[in-house]
C-alpha cells in the first residue's frame, strides 16, 4: 500500500512539473527575429542601436509631413517632352557610358574589360589618370596605365571616376556662380561615390558596382538644372538641405532635379533598372521603408546616406565622419531613413562610418580640394 501511495505521489508531481513547464513556455516571449537584429557583442560602437527610439514612436516633423515629391512618370507625355527640349543643348553622353551601365558589365565585368572600355576613350582615360594620381587618393608611386589604376583603387571605383567625368564634360557653365554650382555638385558626388564605395564592402551588400554607379548618377538631375536653369532662379534654390531644395525645385522648375535627372537618363536610352535605381535614392526623403521592396531597402538605404554625406562633407557642414552619431542625428532629411536602419545587413553601419581609415581619405580628397 506504501509503494502504490508513494507511486501515486511521484505521478502527480511529474504531471504537476509537466504543466508548469508547458505554461511557462506558452508565456516566455518568442526569440528574437531577424526583423530585430541584436546589438553586436563585438561592435561595443554601436550599441546606442538598441537605444534608438522607435520610429513608430517619433512624430514625422510637419514640414516633411505636408511635402510630397512630383514624380515625373504622372506626367503627361507632352510634358515630359517639354522637360527634355528645355536641355536640347545637352549633348547626349559618348557610347562609353551605356557600355558601362549595361547589365552584362555590371553583372560580370573584370578589370581587363574595364581597362578596354577607358583606353577606347583617350579623354575619359587621361582624366582618369590625372586624378588617380593628384592627392585625392594619396598614391605613394605614379599610376602609369588605366590597368594600373584598376588594380590600386578596385573596378567600382574607376567606373565611378569615369562616370563623374562624362557627366561633367556633359554639362557647362556660363559664370562663376553656376561654375561653383557644379564644382561643388562634382564633390559632393564624388565624396558620396567614395563612402559608398568602402562601404558597400564593409556591410557585404551584393552588387556593390550597381549601388556606386547608382549614386553617380543620382547627381545627374542636379548637374542639369544648375547648368541650364536661369541664373536669377538658381540662386533661390538652396545648396544643401534635400527636403528644402526639392521644394524649390518643384517651385520653380515643377520637378524636382532627381526626376528631371530620371527623365534625362531614359531619354539617354540608359537601361532600366539603372534609371530606377538612381532616380530612386532621393525619394527616401518621404518615402518609409515598408512602402519598398525589401530587397532593395539596404542598398537604397546606404545610397542615400551617403548622398546625403557627401553633401554635408562638400559644404563644410561636417567636419568629421568620426563624431558623427546616425542614430542621434535628428534631421528632417534623414527622419525616414531611421526606419531602413532596422535591417540586418545594416545593423554596424554607424561603426562602420566611424572607422578612421575612412575618415582619413575623405579628408585626403577635402584637403586636396582645399589645396
Known amino acids: 500500500m506504501g509503494f502504490l501511495l508513494a507511486g501515486l505521489a511521484l505521478l502527480t508531481a511529474v504531471l504537476v512539473a509537466g504543466l508548469l513547464f508547458k505554461r511557462r513556455a506558452a508565456t516566455a516571449p518568442a526569440p528574437a527575429t531577424r526583423e530585430r537584429p541584436r546589438v553586436r557583442a563585438e561592435a561595443p560602437a554601436m550599441a546606442h542601436d538598441a537605444e534608438a527610439p522607435a520610429v513608430s514612436a517619433m512624430p514625422i516633423p510637419p514640414e516633411l509631413a505636408g511635402f510630397s515629391l512630383r514624380r515625373a512618370r504622372d506626367l503627361p507625355a507632352e510634358r515630359q517632352a517639354a522637360y527634355l527640349a528645355t536641355f536640347r543643348d545637352v549633348p547626349r553622353p559618348p557610347k562609353l557610358l551605356h557600355q558601362l551601365m549595361s547589365p552584362e558589365f555590371l553583372n560580370a565585368a573584370n578589370s581587363v574589360e574595364l581597362v578596354d572600355l577607358i583606353t577606347a576613350e583617350p579623354l575619359i582615360a587621361a582624366k582618369v589618370l590625372k586624378t588617380v594620381n593628384s592627392p585625392l587618393f594619396g598614391l605613394k608611386n605614379p599610376v602609369t596605365s588605366v590597368g594600373q589604376a584598376v588594380t590600386y ?56 558596382g550597381l549601388t556606386v554607379s547608382a549614386v553617380v548618377l543620382s547627381f545627374l538631375g542636379r548637374l542639369a538644372t544648375a547648368a541650364t536653369m536661369p541664373r536669377t532662379l538658381l540662386a533661390q534654390v538652396p545648396s544643401r538641405d534635400l527636403l528644402a531644395r526639392a521644394r524649390a525645385e518643384q517651385e520653380r522648375m515643377g520637378l524636382p532635379a532627381s526626376e528631371i535627372g530620371r527623365l534625362l537618363m531614359v531619354d539617354w536610352e540608359l537601361p532600366e533598372r539603372i534609371v530606377s535605381e538612381a532616380a530612386d535614392i532621393d525619394t527616401l526623403l518621404v ?85
Request: aromatic residues 8%; neutral net charge.
Open 153 to 208: 583603387l578596385g573596378l567600382s571605383m574607376v567606373r565611378s571616376l569615369c562616370l563623374q567625368y562624362i557627366l561633367i564634360a556633359a554639362f557647362k557653365a556660363d559664370s562663376a556662380e553656376r561654375q561653383e554650382v557644379l564644382d561643388a555638385t562634382w564633390r559632393a558626388s564624388a565624396l558620396a561615390s567614395e563612402l559608398t564605395h568602402q562601404l558597400s564592402y564593409r556591410v557585404a551588400l551584393p552588387e556593390p
Open 287 to 371: 518615402r518609409p521603408s515598408s512602402e519598398l521592396d525589401p530587397a532593395r531597402r539596404a542598398r537604397l538605404a546606404l545610397a542615400y546616406l551617403c548622398a546625403r554625406l557627401g553633401e554635408r562633407l562638400a559644404a563644410g557642414e561636417l567636419p568629421d565622419l568620426i563624431a558623427f552619431d546616425l542614430n542621434s542625428c535628428a534631421d528632417r532629411e534623414l527622419f525616414h531613413l531611421r526606419g531602413y536602419l532596422a535591417d540586418p545587413a545594416l545593423s554596424r553601419l554607424g561603426e562602420y562610418l566611424r572607422t578612421p581609415m575612412l575618415s582619413a581619405d575623405l579628408q585626403r580628397m577635402l584637403a586636396a580640394w582645399r589645396g
